[in-house]
């Protein structure tokens, strides 16, 4: 279901009902968890209004992918939201939990502005405005834009254009519709360097990255009778490979997608070992045949129909093991 027309209200209402907020996203933010706060962040502080941003997850570090973006000097370190926000604004993020160590200031804010486009959201904000149709949840910060009355510059046009490319994998996904190209049109029209914001994430790594890839992607594991008989492939980065190819987390978001070109897979899986805590986080991906984001749902993530999440606190072998026996049991959707 999409955002009713009495949620837009509301969420314009709130907008301009408070001269500072606090603007939050998901935990390890990606292109348009990011994209889509810097974007308001711009818009409203361009309007007067004293905007901090931020995300409840260590490292505090923007991804390298993201770190020509404008609207970076909106960021402060998670303690540096308020105890208690007037406003609090949560980007891209389904359920509380994913506000890591900022997702108590749901409970102390005086309002909750939730703005996202998961299936899964659960609404927890006072207001929510969350179209599951939207291709990111860029798109739904640029509608609010419109609704505001506020101008879609060509800075606020280029983080906005970061969550797109970012979700519609350079619109090549199935979420890429003809409205996602029109909005892309209008973005390039006010002279974004679309060209470098792309090859910044999708066609720019460290050396060392190129390495790691080489040798996760030599021990991957293609295992064709997994899935019904759909086949699975999966693959680990430890901490070790971190330590060795001296890269973080967030420098190995990528790995997934080349592991999912395999063909004789419907499923690929990544699971990331996080220095952070020790813990596994599982990427996993799906070709349109099977509901990742319900599998992984089950197993205490979530996500989007075809590309989902959740951490794992079993080794990697259970981990494993519990993964593919909820993927040998889910229906297989047609395609
Ligand atoms: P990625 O595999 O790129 O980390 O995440 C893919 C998608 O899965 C994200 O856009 C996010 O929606 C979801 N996701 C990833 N990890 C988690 C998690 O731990 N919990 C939840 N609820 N969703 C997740
Ligand atoms: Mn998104």
Redesign the pocket.
Known sequence: MTAAEDDWTEAVRLLSSYDEVALVC???P?G??LGSMLALGLALRARGTKVRASWGSEPFEVPAAYSSLPGLDLLVEAEQIPEAPGLLIAF?T??T??LGSLADRVETANDVLVIDH?V?NTRFGTVNVVDERAAATAVVVVELLDRMGLPLTAEIAAPVYTGLVT?TGSFKYAATTPEVHVLAARLLATGIRHDIISRDIWDTAPFAYVQLLGAVCSRAVLEPAEVGGLGLVWATVTGEDLERFGLALSDV?GV?DVLRTSGEAEVAV?VKSDPADGLL?????SKGAVDV?AV??AL?????RF?????SADDTGTTIARLRAALATTPHLPV
Do not use: W
């Open positions: 998901h935990v390890g990606d348009d968890a891209d389904g359920s939990d994913r998961h899964t979700d978001e997934i990544v986080k599982v990427s996993t991906r984001g992984c749902a205490g993530g979530g996500g989007h590309a989902a999440g959740y951490t």
